[in-house]
């Protein structure tokens, strides 16, 4: 497949969703592009950009939580904004330190994913500031990409709450998206992981391949709850309520089953918070992983009836199986 088959949207996405991010600047710097395309402006000087971010970062800094995964350490931003707090910097002088010391690796390394640059830019950095593309105008300027704005958003929650869990070294139960079921085998209420499931299915059902409106999404268990008796995030996709129901308690065919391994190891690969989990559950390698499922599945054969799906599906032509994204990070 041609890298001109996938829109501008596939591209944001990969960036944004599969970025390694050992800081939340990255995030930042996508929440600026898109505030400044709203704004129509094609150029933004340094200055504006720090201007920008120091007041992303001071409203952000109220919730308390990490912006950097290692322990002990601040970023930058940080360490900025609690000197403007405690009265050592006034707020120009902020913003000339943020200007000197935030932006050293970010902006260089935006458009890179897994060591690899990307072949779409969003923006070309010149001696005076940013020159921001058309293609970021088309996406947001219109205000009419919701989602994208939201994953985002969502993708800033989900690396505080990974770097604080890291740093306190527990099980944190996300209020706001309860990713981790810290009560094991007792129910949970698995609808709140719909935006982070989203995030990696883009409104498009798992079982029919095709898009979803917000009134009929249901969160569902790949491999029937009444076998595993677990809502662990590795087994639930969204779907629409049709297919749920048609699928009920059965077990689906082995296609989808490879559709939900590979789903989550865009969860590992792309360094998101619930990465480790699925390491410690379904195991540390692709091959372990897949091998753990495989077998979960071959077990749930011989208890449940066979599903073999919505008739007319065809994984072949499955949005999934399309992406950029796939054909970046399949995994070994």
């Not at 403007?84 to 890179?112: M, Y």
């Not at 590795?234 to 590979?262: A, R, T």
Request: charged share 25%.
């Amino acid at each position: 497949m041609n890298v001109n088959d996938f829109n501008k949207e596939d591209y944001w996405r990969t960036i944004i969703l599969y970025g390694l991010n050992q800081a939340t600047y990255k995030i930042a710097l996508g929440q600026s592009l898109i505030r400044f395309s709203q704004e129509q402006k094609n150029f933004v000087s340094m200055n504006e950009l720090a201007e920008d971010f120091f007041d992303m970062y001071k409203e952000r800094l109220k919730n308390g939580k990490p912006q950097l995964a290692t322990p002990n350490r601040q970023t930058a931003m940080e360490r900025i904004v609690n000197s403007f707090n405690i009265g050592k910097l006034s707020r120009s002088q902020a913003i000339e330190k943020v200007e000197r010391e935030a932006f050293n690796d970010v902006i260089d390394r935006f458009h890179t994913v897994d060591s690899l640059k990307m072949p779409v830019s969003f923006y070309e950095k010149t001696d005076k500031g940013l020159v921001i593309f058309d293609k970021v105008f088309d996406i947001f300027s219109d205000r009419k990409n919701i989602e994208l704005q939201n994953e985002l958003n969502a993708r800033w929650d989900l690396l505080e709450s990974a770097f604080e869990i890291k740093r306190t070294n527990s099980e944190l139960v996300n209020d706001i998206r309860k990713l981790y079921l810290v009560n094991g085998y007792e129910r949970t209420d698995i609808t709140k992981n719909r935006s982070v499931l989203n995030g990696y299915q883009n409104n498009v059902c798992f079982y029919c391949g095709e898009i979803m409106v917000d009134d009929d999404v249901h969160v569902d268990h790949v491999i029937p709850r009444q076998l595993i008796n677990h809502d662990d995030i590795w087994n639930l996709v969204l779907s629409h309520g049709f297919c749920n129901l048609q699928k009920s308690d059965n077990l689906p065919d082995k296609h989808y089953i490879v559709k939900l391994i590979e789903r989550n190891e865009y969860f590992i690969k792309s360094n998101h918070p619930i990465s480790n989990k699925l390491k410690a559950q379904l195991g540390n390698t692709p091959k372990q992983r897949r091998v753990t499922v495989d077998n979960i599945y071959e077990h749930a054969k011989l208890v449940l009836s066979p599903w073999k799906g919505i008739h007319g599906y065809n994984p072949v032509s499955d949005p999934f199986y399309k992406t950029f994204i796939r054909n970046l990070l399949i995994y070994k």
